[in-house]
């Protein structure tokens, strides 16, 4: 199975992961060096068309290798060949794999380049979320610092023309006593306070003024900023996708090597090899696409199905994997007694 890789978000040290490659070559295990030789390795050969024995089930399959690097126990790599399993036994209503420690055909992940490219990414890919996520929460406070400016605004425009209308209304009060010349000295006390009350009004009001003014510059400061960092985070993005384009990938390979008697097929010899995934869910799609295989089924032109010879990580993380309908076509179609 392939992977066309969407333009993704890590920047690759050459010189640095190359060293880090040559310090953590995968070491096969003993139980690779027990159950397979390199003859017998060298006579299984990549099909995509699917099994040449097809509609064996059910199919005995066990973890032959996993290679250390992938960060996987025996066990997880285990539970996640049978949920791929369960994928297409829950489409069909029958059980179509078994684990057999044993004999049965050999499950290996096998770390390269690959992966280690894939998880290269997926950390880089973890700290841009990071930062995006620090963006988002920067944006939220801004957007929150808008409209507290903006209330803080409105509000103060509102003082301000009370206050303008309170002092109009003073200042036409004290033209008429003015005019008239016959202020009693109640009225004289009563106009000194009202000029002190709108003297008090006007400073405070000023301070609301400078405090608004304050806090419009940092307003201002805070988005240019924030745009600065927007537009850093726009040409980081840039790099990464000049980094790694989109290229074809293979993530997992079904092979085969056919036994013959009289010209007749009469038995196969299966093995499946993991290379990369990017979480839980691309892994999950990976090996149910070579089990697949595995069965007889060879690829599927629906872009979304399972069986689809390449997918788009991006569109494939989010959500677990399904059998599609074009899945199941493919298996009435090759093994219509599994129906």
């Given amino acids: ?5 969407a333009p993704s978000v890590a920047i690759l040290s050459v010189l640095g992961f190359a060293t880090w490659l040559a310090l953590n070559q995968p070491v096969v295990p003993e139980s690779e060096q027990m159950f397979a030789s390199p003859d017998e390795l060298a006579a299984l050969q990549e099909q995509t068309r699917g099994s040449a024995v097809p509609c064996e089930v059910p199919l005995h399959w066990r973890i032959a290798r996993v290679d250390d690097p992938f960060g996987l126990t025996q066990a ?10 369960a994928l297409w036994e829950e489409a069909v209503g029958r059980t179509l794999f078994t684990n057999n420690a044993t004999s049965g055909f050999p499950i290996r992940f096998v770390y390269d380049d ?3 490219s894939a998880q290269e990414r997926r950390r880089f890919e973890e ?8 963006l988002e929460r920067r944006r939220v406070e801004l957007n929150d610092l808008r409209e507290r400016t903006a209330r803080m605004r409105s509000q103060l425009e ?35 306070a009202s000029a002190r009350t709108l003297e008090a009004g006007r400073l405070a009001l000023s301070e609301e003024t400078r405090q608004l003014e304050t806090l419009q510059r940092r307003l201002q400061d805070e988005e240019e900023s924030f745009n600065r960092e927007l537009q850093q985070h ?22 085969e ?18 290379y990369r995934f990017d979480g839980p869910n691309d892994l999950l799609l990976v090996i149910a696409h070579e089990l697949g295989h595995a069965l007889g089924l060879g690829h599927a032109t629906v872009p ?7 997918y788009r990580r991006a569109a494939t993380s989010a959500a677990a994997p399904r059998i599609q309908p074009s899945d199941l076509e493919l298996l009435r179609s090759r093994c219509p007694d599994l129906r």
């Fill in 1 to 5: 199975m392939k992977i066309r890789l």
């Fill in 76 to 85: 997880e790599a285990s539970e996640a060949v049978r949920r791929a399993a």
């Fill in 114 to 116: 690959r992966q280690a």
């Fill in 127 to 134: 700290a841009y979320d990071r930062t995006s996520a620090g």
């Fill in 158 to 192: 509102q003082r301000l023309r009370d206050h303008q209308g309170r002092t109009a209304s003073y200042n036409d009060t004290v033209r008429g006593w003015n005019q008239r010349g016959d202020a009693s000295d109640e009225v004289r006390a009563q106009l000194r």
């Fill in 234 to 255: 726009a040409r980081r993005r840039a790099a990464i996708e000049r980094a790694f384009p989109g290229t074809r990938v293979e993530s997992g390979g079904y092979r």
């Fill in 257 to 274: 090597a056919v036994h013959t008697q009289e010209g007749r097929i009469v038995s196969a010899e299966r093995e499946i090899r993991i």
């Fill in 304 to 310: 979304d199905a399972v069986m689809s010879e390449e």
